[in-house]
């Protein structure tokens, strides 16, 4: 394999004038001048590709505002409080409707009571019609006038005293069932208002909670989109990014095809008509790889711009769908269902705050009435001495009449009449202070229930908004940064003009090769045909890119049949990676490379795609770690592994077999790296058939039939391809790990 | 910073691009031209080594032999990055001492994922 030239040994090479030296200090000075702006280009890519991804992890953040763990997120947060709200709400009706009833307990109690207090009246009544028989019967006691006189004074007085105490409870009465009657009635009212409010108010904001709902599901459905749009982008830069490196293939080619003209011999009048064959040859190679070359370069250009331009048109797309994000309103232009939703909370903690005003009111009238009945109490127990006050005044009365013999008879009869009277209204007085204990323990729920506070979670409506608020903001930065990332890949686009310019170069420097090889063909063409079939095994240690053997391998294949087999290769002489040759045939094991295939082949030979984009898995040299002996404390056991340890369904590789080839039984411990996305994930970017006339596309695929298939890589034998096909699977087909 | 690693390319492009992608990621670069700029950078920082295999004055194999021939970095990881895909290339780089292949162009993402399996 020759090494690299020097740019020395170049400058050195051109100073003497070898015919070749303009064109190959041509070549030279259009691939040196280019690396700086492949470089650029590289670079600002790689920027952008890092903004993208900045962009992605922004969006991806967007989500967290609404979908917290559990009940972080401010769904969880807006339903909980709502649900909660509504249950208060209708928690505080009940218990108003349950204060209504004992209000309406409580007037029933009051009604009776006023039933007693004419009973108590009349009982009233009875002891002054007593007294004042009592009076008349005085007139004719004769001697026992003064004693009916005071009996009857007390009675009346007594009976005075009854009224007064009837009168009073009465109007307390009156007073308490009046109050409590327009509470019941303001209260039913209330409460029935209450309820239709609450069934609207419940309704709306339920609707409201459905169609924040919905838009949050929708907008975290479109950030999913566009989170997944973003690494889509991403994905495609990155590729991108790897097309840059042709700059380093592109060098490496033209230092070959430098090195390779240099070799020639100046002075071609001295050459044999086999030298002049091989010479000849030589140059045809290389003006093979420079056209090669020049597609390549075109191909790329044009990939490269579509490739940007399909991803400006993913960018423009992800703004499009950020755009419809921002907004609050996703169904009707003119619905909010933010506002809407916010409104109604609002409505419902009025309605909660109503609500428990209500009771309170209710709870307020019973507070009254305990009063009432603390008064009613005093006249009730006034009520009570004056009883006992007419039986004591009775019995003495009795006493007296005994005293008088026969003629105190009428005083006797007056007096069990009172004392008859002190019992009723005695009996009166338990049945009030029956009634009372009632009534009190009917006001005493309802105070109980006043002094019941509920303390309610509080969900302050602005965090609301204002999470909704960021959520657009969010959305809307990002919107921007897609413009300032479109903006950038369609300057990177259009500095791609280099790539176009580089192949004009390369275009004229072919050319001239050209005409140059046009004036070196041989005469003798059966000779040059012969000559090329050995071509090959001359050169095959200078050609260990798989581009320039494809190149040999494609001027190879333009030779006629008859040709190739009338001249029999020497057994030591093989075609140039002759892929049919048996490995017996061939004297260097080394040199069996058995089934070759392409690194990266030229588009023509492929569906055209970006060069260096990631192939389908399995298919092209990849990355390898080799096994490579290390300290202790580097590797324990197996901890860098080989690829081939793993197991695939798809690869059907047996884990014995791979770790009998790798020498490591540990299997599976390498974390899988993301593969790069399968063709139909992506069709926009991995293949660019879209990009090409149906005519190109007949055309590439028909090459690609008659060709190898493109990008595997070289197999020692058949029996290494398992170990090739796992070990290339974790970070990608061009990577091996030794 | 999670380690530094020396990037061996003559190709400026590859070396910055290389440079970017793992600096990017955290990680410490340096730039050699060749395999003499290299064995003249490495220190006792470096932790691993990414380099091409064609280079002039000295290429990658004899890199990594003159990197195994020293007691001192004999187990420093080296992992070839080249446009070589050829197997009897890679067994060479593997005789020769070499940690791992990668065949350009190289996916950025891939190769952090690589490095970060060296390196930890």
Redesign the interface.
């Known amino acids: 394999m020759p090494k690299a030239l020097s740019t020395q040994t170049l400058s050195q090479t051109a100073e003497v004038k070898h015919p070749w030296a303009d064109l190959v200090a041509a070549l030279e000075r259009a691939v040196r001048n280019s690396e700086d702006n492949f470089l650029d280009l590289g670079m600002n890519l790689q920027k952008i590709q890092l903004a993208s991804s900045h962009q992605q992890k922004k969006i991806s953040a967007t989500m967290g505002l609404f979908k917290g763990s559990e009940q972080s997120g401010i769904l969880q947060k807006i339903s909980a409080y709502v649900h909660g709200s509504q249950t208060r709400t209708s928690s505080a009706q009940l218990k108003a409707a349950e204060l209504c009833q004992n209000l309406q307990k409580m007037i029933h109690l009051v009604d009776t009571f006023s039933r007693k207090c004419h009973s108590l009246e009349r009982a009233g009544l009875l002891l002054h019609v007593i007294g004042t028989n009592t009076g008349i019967e005085c007139a004719r006691a004769a001697a026992m006038e003064a004693t009916f006189k005071v009996v009857s004074q007390d009675t009346i007085a007594l009976a005075e005293q009854i009224r007064t105490a009837t009168d009073s409870l009465s109007d307390q009465t009156t007073r308490a069932r009046n109050e409590q009657t327009a509470t019941l009635q303001t209260a039913n009212r209330n409460i029935e208002a209450l309820r239709e409010l609450s069934q609207s108010s419940n309704k709306t904001t339920d609707d409201a909670m459905v169609k924040v709902s919905e838009l949050v599901d929708y907008s975290i459905n479109m950030v999913n989109h566009a989170n997944q749009l973003a690494g889509e982008i991403t994905l495609g830069i990155n590729r991108v990014v790897m097309g840059i490196q042709f700059h380093d293939n592109l060098r490496q080619r033209v230092e070959h095809i430098n090195h390779a003209l240099l070799e020639l011999p100046e002075d071609l009048a001295a050459l044999t008509s086999e030298e002049h064959c091989q010479n000849y040859l030589n140059v045809e190679l290389q003006k093979a790889q420079l056209d090669q070359l020049v597609e390549e370069l075109e191909s790329l250009y044009h990939t490269q711009n579509q490739a940007l331009a399909h991803i400006v048109e993913e960018i423009y797309r992800l703004q499009g769908r950020l755009g419809g994000m921002a907004s609050e309103k996703h169904q009707n232009i003119n619905e909010n269902p933010v506002a809407e939703l916010l409104s109604g909370i609002a409505s419902l903690e009025q309605l909660n705050t109503d609500s428990q005003t209500l009771g309170q009111g209710i709870a307020a009238s019973a507070a009254r009435a305990n009063e009432v009945a603390r008064e009613m109490q005093q006249a009730i127990q006034s009520t009570f001495s004056i009883a006992t006050q007419v039986k004591i005044n009775a019995l003495n009365a009795i006493i007296k009449a005994a005293k008088f013999g026969p003629m105190g008879e009428s005083l006797q009869v007056l007096a069990q009449g009172m004392v008859g009277v002190s019992r009723d209204v005695r009996q009166l007085v338990n049945l009030f202070n029956d009634l009372l204990q009632q009534l009190a323990e009917l006001t005493r729920n309802d105070l109980g229930e006043k002094n019941a506070t509920q303390n309610a979670d509080s969900l302050e409506t602005l965090d609301v908004q204002q999470v909704f608020d960021q959520f657009a903001a969010e959305l809307q930065q990002a919107r921007s940064s897609c413009d300032e990332l479109a903006q950038n890949l369609e300057r990177e686009t259009r500095g791609l003009v280099f790539i176009g310019e580089l192949k004009e170069t390369l275009a004229v420097q072919a050319a001239q090769l050209g005409v140059q090889l046009a004036e070196l063909e041989p005469p003798d063409q059966d000779q040059l045909t012969s000559q090329r079939n050995q071509f090959g095994s001359q050169l095959y240690q200078r050609y260990t890119m798989d581009e320039e053997r494809a190149v040999h391998r494609r001027i190879l294949s333009a030779i006629p049949a008859a040709a190739i087999t009338s001249a029999a290769p020497a057994v030591d002489d093989c075609l140039f990676f002759d892929d049919n040759e048996p490995a017996a045939a061939t004297a260097d094991p080394s040199l069996d490379f058995g089934e070759i295939e392409l690194f990266d082949a030229p588009p023509q030979s492929n569906e055209p795609e970006l060069w260096g984009a990631a192939p389908a898995p399995g298919t092209e040299a990849g990355i390898e770690l080799f096994d490579t002996p290390a300290p202790s404390n580097q590797r324990q056991g197996g901890e860098i592994e080989l690829f081939d340890s793993l197991e695939t369904a798809a690869e059907g590789v047996s884990s014995e077999n791979s770790a009998a080839l790798a020498g490591d039984e540990k299997a599976g411990s390498i974390e899988l790296f993301d593969p790069p996305a399968p063709v139909e994930a992506q069709p926009k970017i991995e293949h660019w058939d879209d990009f090409t006339s149906p005519a190109d596309s007949a055309a590439q695929t028909s090459d690609a039939e008659a060709q190898d298939p493109p990008g595997q890589s070289l197999s020692p034998g058949a029996e290494d391809e398992p170990k090739k096909a796992t070990e290339k699977e974790d970070f990608g087909d061009n990577i091996e790990l030794f | 910073m999670a380690g530094t690693i020396l990037s061996v390319?003559?190709?400026?492009?590859?070396r910055?691009?290389v440079s970017?992608?793992l600096t990017?990621a955290h990680y410490q670069v340096i730039e050699a031209e060749d395999g003499l700029d290299a064995l003249k950078k490495i220190t006792p920082d470096v932790k691993l080594v990414l380099s091409d295999l064609?280079?002039?004055?000295m290429?990658g194999l004899e890199l990594i032999k003159a990197i195994r021939a020293n007691p001192d970095t004999k187990?420093l990881?080296v992992?070839m990055l080249t446009?070589?895909?050829?197997?009897?290339?890679?067994q060479a780089?593997?005789a020769a001492?070499?940690?791992?292949?990668?065949?350009?162009?190289?996916?950025?993402?891939?190769l952090i994922?690589?490095v970060r399996?060296?390196l930890g």
Do not use: L, R, Y
Not at chain 2, 97 to 110: D, H, L, M, S, Y
């Open positions: 390319d003559d190709s400026k492009s590859i910055q691009m970017f992608v990017n064609n280079m002039p004055n290429d187990f990881p992992i446009t070589e895909s050829q197997d009897d290339k890679k780089g593997k001492g070499a940690t791992g292949w990668i065949v350009k162009p190289f996916n950025p993402e891939q994922a690589v399996k060296i």
